[in-house]
């Protein structure tokens, strides 16, 4: 079946322990990418990745980091988390990056992981 | 820089109504875009999506209308029914591949 993949779903953690939230897809997508959902505010993207090895920032890329070592992953590192971190996110993928390919190419997304630090 | 409305926030309709949600953003440079549907706590589906060339997207009771020039979108729900409650985004793709997503609007049929 083809998807994205989060995992936790739920992660409760302590302010300054770091942690990851990995996504994997298994479509062969070029573009993946995070968001984070807040009430009131929608969903911000933090990083993306046009392909292996090429990440660019979002619109709140402070106090996250991100790697693309291989197409199908794409982990969301938190070095030193803060309350303010806590949130819903999420992280999609599609076929095409840019130019004309991405006409078509639909986001998936993966169900989330809720993160509380405390 | 792109911004994407959705007004209102909230509506709440009888079930067996025929409604529009709207969508608005400010760039007309976009590659597509989007409609998705979130339920409580849950990720994102992908409902129809829209190439910056065509007009609108059909399946199955929804209809979704592009018109780029007036930076509008619309998404229509026929015969609406109470499993269609959830809340409904629109997203826009831009040049440089960037998605700005609209707040949503939540979506109550009531029975």
């Known amino acids: 079946e083809a998807q994205v993949t989060q995992n936790p779903r739920y992660l409760i953690t302590v302010t300054g322990k770091k942690l990851t939230v990995t996504c994997s897809q298994n479509?062969?997508?070029?573009?993946m990418s995070w968001y984070r959902q807040d009430p009131g505010l929608g969903l911000r993207q933090i990083y993306y990745s046009m392909n292996v090895e090429v990440t660019d920032k979002g619109d709140v890329p402070e106090g996250y980091k991100v790697s693309r070592k291989e197409k199908r992953n794409f982990p969301l590192i938190l070095e030193s988390p803060s309350p303010n971190q806590t949130s819903l996110y999420f992280c999609?993928?599609?076929?095409?990056?840019?130019?004309?390919?991405?006409?078509?190419?639909?986001?998936?997304f993966g169900n989330g992981t809720r993160l509380t630090v405390t | 820089k792109q911004e994407v409305t959705q007004i209102p926030a909230a509506l709440s309709v009888p079930e067996g109504e025929n409604l529009v949600l709207n969508c608005s953003f400010t760039d007309s440079a976009i590659y597509n875009l989007q409609w998705f549907r979130q339920d409580p706590g849950k990720g994102l589906t992908s409902l129809l999506l829209i190439q910056s060339s065509q007009r609108e997207q059909t399946s199955g009771r929804l209809n979704a209308s592009l018109d780029k020039s007036s930076g509008r979108s619309t998404l229509y729900i026929a015969a609406s029914q109470p499993g269609d409650s959830a809340t409904y985004l629109c997203?826009?793709?831009?040049?440089?591949?960037?998605?700005?997503f609209g707040k949503g609007i939540t979506l109550s049929v009531r029975p």
């Open positions: 999609a993928s599609s076929a095409q990056a840019g130019g004309t390919g991405s006409y078509n190419s639909p986001l998936h």
């Open positions: 997203a826009v793709r831009g040049p440089n591949s960037k998605l700005t």
């Open positions: 479509m062969n997508h070029e573009y």
